[in-house]
C-alpha cells in the first residue's frame, strides 16, 4: 500500500470509523481518531493518548499524511514561508498571512506548474507533479500549528494551477470545509483558466469564492503573458466565466497583475472595462511583485491608480492588492523551489 491510498488526512469520518474498526478497535474511536487529526493535528497516531498503549506502538509508523517542514523564513511583516517535504522527498511551498483578525493560508495545489507564465517564478521551474488532496490539508494543519492559532481563510495560489488538479483540490475543499471547519465562503480557488474545467467547477454547486487570473484585456496580449491561452480563447474564457455566475449565483473575481508599459496603459483599462460590463465581478489590481529574472517592472502609484480610476468611472467593482511576504519572496509569483528533490 501507498501512502497516497493510506493516508488518513483527507478521509472522512465514516471513512476513519471503517479503517478504526479493522484495526480491531471499537467504533467510537473512530470520532476520537478524526478529531485528533484534524482539531489537534497529530503527526503520528502515537500521539493519540486516549488510544491503548499496545495498538499505538503498533501504529506509530503507520501514514498520516503529513510533510516534515524543511525550511522556514519570516517576513517583517509577519508573513511566513514554509518549504514542506513531501513523503517522496519533493519540497513545496505554503505561506501563512497573519492580519489582525485573520490568518490566511496560500496552498500549493501541484509541485512546479506546467502553465509557464512568463511573470511568475513557479512557471519557470516547469511541472513535477499534482498534489494529493492530504497534501492540500497538511499545509493548512501546519500552518495552524506553527502560528499556535486557526486558520480562517484558505487562497490557492501558491504553486500549481488547481484547475489543471480539479478531483483533488474539490477533495481538498470539501474536507477544509468540513473536518477542518473552514467556511466555503473563506476558499478561494484562482485559475489562468482550463478549457471546460470551469464549467466542471461550477458543476459542484461550491459556495467557494473563484478568481480567474485574467492579466490582459484581449486574446493577444493574454497569450504572450500565459502561453497555455493560445488554446483557450479569451472569449471563450468570459463565456465560461459567465456561465459558471449563472451556474452558481457567485460573482467572479478578477486578477490583473499590473506590468508597466506593458498591460497598465489607460487603453488597456478602457478595453478590460468594456469586456466586464455588466458582469457580477470585482477586479483585483495586482501590482507585479519582482522575480529574480526582472523581465518586467512594477508600475509606479501614479500609472496604478489611473488604471483603477478608468475602472471605477465605468462603474466596475475595483481593488488594488499588494502582496505580503514580498521580503521572504513569498508574495503572490514569488513561490519556486530550485531545491526540487532533497535528499534523504
Ligand atoms: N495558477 C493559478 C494559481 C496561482 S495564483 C493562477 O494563476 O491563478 C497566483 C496569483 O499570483 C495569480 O493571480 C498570479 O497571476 C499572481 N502572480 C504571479 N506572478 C506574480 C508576480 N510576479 N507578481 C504579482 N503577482 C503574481
Not at 484534524?38 to 501504529?59: C, D, H, S
Not at 459567465?242 to 452558481?248: K, Q
Not at 475602472?311 to 502582496?323: E, T
Request: include cysteine.
Amino acid at each position: 500500500m501507498t501512502t497516497t491510498e493510506s493516508a488518513l488526512l483527507g478521509k472522512s469520518l465514516p471513512e476513519l470509523t471503517e479503517w478504526i474498526e479493522s484495526t480491531g478497535q471499537p467504533k467510537y474511536r473512530g470520532k476520537q481518531l478524526y478529531q485528533w487529526l484534524y482539531q489537534k493535528g497529530i503527526r503520528n497516531l502515537e500521539e493519540i493518548t486516549v488510544f491503548p498503549k499496545a495498538w499505538r506502538a503498533e501504529m506509530a509508523d503507520y501514514p498520516v499524511g503529513r510533510s516534515q517542514i524543511h525550511h522556514y523564513k519570516t517576513a517583517p511583516d509577519g508573513t511566513r514561508k514554509y518549504l514542506l517535504k513531501l513523503d517522496d522527498g519533493l519540497i513545496i511551498e505554503t505561506v501563512g498571512i497573519p492580519t489582525e483578525k485573520r490568518l490566511t493560508v496560500c496552498v500549493s495545489s501541484q509541485v512546479g506548474c506546467a502553465m509557464a507564465c512568463e511573470f511568475c517564478a513557479t512557471g519557470k521551474m516547469g511541472f513535477t507533479r499534482h498534489l494529493e488532496a492530504y497534501e492540500i490539508l497538511d499545509q493548512v494543519l501546519t500552518v495552524q500549528e506553527d502560528f499556535g492559532q486557526r486558520v480562517s481563510n484558505v487562497v490557492f495560489m501558491g504553486m500549481g494551477e488547481p484547475l489543471a488538479n480539479l478531483e483533488q483540490v474539490i477533495k481538498s475543499v470539501h474536507s477544509l470545509n468540513k473536518d477542518v471547519g473552514i467556511g466555503q465562503r473563506l476558499l478561494t480557488i484562482s485559475t489562468v483558466g482550463v478549457p471546460n474545467q470551469i464549467r466542471a467547477l461550477a458543476a459542484e454547486n461550491l459556495q467557494v469564492t473563484f478568481a480567474i487570473s485574467l492579466h490582459a484585456p484581449n486574446q493577444q496580449l493574454r497569450e504572450t503573458l500565459i502561453p497555455t491561452a493560445k488554446n483557450y480563447h479569451f472569449d471563450q474564457l468570459l463565456d465560461e466565466c459567465r456561465e459558471y455566475v449563472d451556474m452558481t449565483h457567485r460573482r467572479i473575481s478578477f486578477e490583473y497583475i499590473l506590468l508597466a508599459r506593458v498591460n497598465d496603459l489607460p487603453e488597456h483599462a478602457t478595453e478590460l472595462a468594456k469586456h466586464l460590463k455588466g458582469f457580477q465581478s470585482h477586479v483585483n489590481l495586482i501590482p507585479y511583485n519582482p522575480i529574480s529574472e526582472e523581465e518586467f517592472q512594477r508600475p509606479g502609484k501614479k500609472r496604478i491608480n489611473v488604471f483603477k480610476q478608468i475602472l471605477q468611472d465605468h462603474k466596475i467593482a475595483v481593488s488594488v492588492r499588494y502582496s505580503k511576504g514580498l521580503e521572504a519572496d513569498a508574495a503572490c509569483g514569488q513561490l519556486r523551489t530550485n531545491l526540487i528533490k532533497t535528499a534523504g
